[in-house]
T-cell receptor
């Protein structure tokens, strides 16, 4: 069974641009969560989607948004990029919306210049 | 709010020595606790999880952790370190029925020959 896939793996943008990251969960998984990882702030929860509904959101500005499609694939969007948005963005999927373990993808490395 | 504290940003051991990575949690209700490992340029891999079924939890790659409520701890151990264990380890807590993980700051394990 294929794992969580994230595209693209690397991305370079400039300040003020917007970016869309994609995540395909493991087949059959319905919950998708997103995390930001930076050297300074560590791993921080962005949001979680289950059955196309955002169930939980972390403490990030409104520039960060996401969505989930009917096939459970998810995208996150960051508008008006800032230098501080440079990070590894990790997507995780789980079978259902409870305490099941989350399976992480390899991440998308975003660099904002 | 729940949180975890990992003591020691770096831990160095010799190959064959005991590995002990410390994690203390803060939670007003029984938590769900996890240990993840991250190798360079990769996502997170689940080592083990505590979901109240048993206080001693065995995971992959010879790792185990013991939940101690009286000490609010969930330390990770491995009897004999291998070179391949060199990586960053994260303790995380989940609570509330949502797929939101709150991570510790991580401990980088260095293994010398």
């Amino acid at each position: 069974k294929a794992g969580v896939t994230q595209t693209p793996r690397y991305l370079i943008k400039t300040r003020g641009q917007q970016v869309t990251l994609s995540c395909s969960p493991i087949s059959g998984h319905r919950s998708v969560s997103w995390y930001q990882q930076t050297p300074g702030q560590g791993l921080q929860f962005l949001f979680e989607y289950f059955s196309e509904t955002q169930r939980n959101k972390g403490n990030f500005p409104g520039r960060f948004s996401g969505r989930q499609f009917s096939n459970s694939r998810s995208e996150m969007n960051v508008s008006t990029l800032e230098l501080g948005d440079s990070a590894l963005y990790l997507c995780a999927s789980s079978l259902q919306a409870d305490y099941n373990e989350q399976f992480f993808g390899p991440g998308t490395r975003l660099t904002v210049l | 709010a729940q949180s975890v504290t990992q003591l020691g940003s770096h831990v160095s051991v010799s190959e064959g020595a005991l590995v002990l990575l410390r994690c203390n949690y803060s939670s007003s209700v029984p938590p769900y606790l996890f240990w993840y490992v991250q190798y360079p340029n990769q996502g997170l891999q689940l080592l083990l999880k505590y979901t109240s079924a048993a206080t001693l939890v065995k995971g992959i790659n010879g790792f185990e952790a013991e939940f101690k409520k009286s000490e609010t701890s969930f330390h990770l151990t491995k009897p004999s370190a291998h070179m391949s264990d060199a990586a960053e380890y994260f303790c995380a807590v989940s609570q509330g029925g949502f797929q939101k993980l709150v991570f510790g700051t991580g401990t980088r394990l260095l293994v010398s020959p």
